[in-house]
């Protein structure tokens, strides 16, 4: 109980898919990381910008509506914040796959297969679409 | 492949830390609240507009006691349309409502609390301990 909590590492993650980027979020915060989350590159990089926020890891999807898709968005940050680290995946089993491997790095001990998440993911897409073509 | 995952699933928000819906276009408040809450031991859920909200209240395996939302967004549905298809829809979920503006109590009546912006977090979540006892 007296030990130092671990400062946790802060990953910016940037899904515009709110059922992708919600199981997503949580499996990293379970993983151990704080998590920002933000629903495109504008958000991200007005994010960015802002001296206060602290980022270890960029994590982004690639097509996204916007001016800046995630290649603009990596670009941007090499020229701006030159340093930090940006994992880019563009669909969403690489997201799965990309999350799983910062979670084995993570702080905390995994929590539970990546596989989970995803077909927790792909229920949700198919439920949403189950639900738009009652409406 | 994983049988049974849904029942697995509680380390994705069942059971767990009372679930929060945070719904702010703005990412900064949107990041600032979401954070503000957890630090109160809730499991916080974030959404921009209306659309997404309901997108995630669409999956019960969440189990959101409480939606916090904005009332000025972007998009089809604000704030108070989405407090009513709520309100309709899972009538369970208390409702707490913010805007920068004022509104007369008649337009969020039927919900459990309106704080103006800005709007100290302290109280805000005070309030949101109080209604979720």
């Known amino acids: 109980m007296t030990e130092e909590p671990e400062v946790q590492e802060t990953i910016l993650l940037v899904e515009d898919e709110v059922l992708v980027r919600m199981p997503i979020a949580q499996y990293l915060r379970d993983c151990g990381y704080k998590v920002i989350e933000a629903g495109n590159a504008d958000e991200a990089i007005a994010l960015l910008l802002h001296k206060e926020t602290i980022v270890d890891i960029v994590f982004s999807d690639i097509e996204m509506p916007g001016a800046v898709d995630g290649f603009g968005l990596a670009k941007w940050i090499r020229e701006h914040r030159p340093g930090l680290d940006v994992l880019l995946a563009g669909t969403v089993p690489r997201t799965v796959e990309n999350a799983q491997q910062l979670c084995e790095q993570g702080s905390v001990p995994k929590p539970y297969d990546a596989q989970i998440v995803h077909n927790h993911i792909k229920r949700l897409l198919a439920a949403r679409k189950a639900a738009k073509e009652n409406e | ?133």
Do not use: C
């Open chain 2, 1 to 133: 492949m994983v049988e049974g995952a849904s029942e697995r699933l509680p380390r994705l928000g069942l059971a767990v830390p009372t679930t929060i819906l945070v719904v702010e276009d703005d990412v900064f408040l949107r990041m600032s609240l979401a954070d503000h809450l957890r630090g109160a031991g809730y499991r916080v859920l974030e959404a921009s507009n209306a659309n997404e909200a309901l997108d995630l209240l669409r999956d019960r395996s969440q189990a959101v006691r409480l939606l916090l939302s904005d009332i000025q967004m972007p998009g089809k549905r604000d704030g108070l349309e989405l407090a009513l298809a709520v309100r309709f829809q899972y009538p369970d979920i208390k409702i707490v409502l913010t805007s920068a503006q004022s509104f007369p109590t008649s337009h969020w009546g039927d919900t459990d609390g309106f704080f103006p912006k800005p709007y100290d977090a302290k109280r805000l979540i005070e309030h949101i301990k109080m209604l979720l006892g």
